[in-house]
């Protein structure tokens, strides 16, 4: 039995109540600032783990396919690759940028 791309469907995860963003809501409104942060970190923490289980997924395609992991696997190792460029943690605070 292979587990190629094709097979691997999409894990589901707990839905949070969405609330406005740290750049929408008051900064003098604590409670609307804490929930804020924490939706932000919780976005950020889940597409981490999603790159992970399709890390693992990715790893399973190899050791199956053997051989033909080049292309049985192509679709994961672009999901994969993709994830790992965009699914940073960042956090709610943001750097200020360096002058070079």
């Not at 999409?10 to 109540?17: G, I, L, N, T, V």
């Not at 992970?52 to 050791?63: A, E, G, P, T, V």
């Amino acid at each position: 039995m292979s587990s190629s791309a094709a097979d691997w469907e999409y894990p589901e995860h707990r839905q949070f109540e969405r609330v406005p963003t740290l750049d929408q809501v008051d900064s003098n409104d604590r409670k609307a600032v804490y929930a804020a942060r924490e939706q932000k970190i919780r976005d950020d923490w889940v597409k981490a783990m999603e790159a992970r289980i399709i890390r693992d997924q990715l790893s399973k395609c190899y050791k199956t396919e053997g051989v033909n992991h080049y292309q049985n696997c192509r679709e994961l190792a672009d999901m994969y690759l993709k994830a790992v460029k965009e699914n940073k943690v960042e956090g709610f605070r943001k750097k200020p940028a360096t002058e070079a």
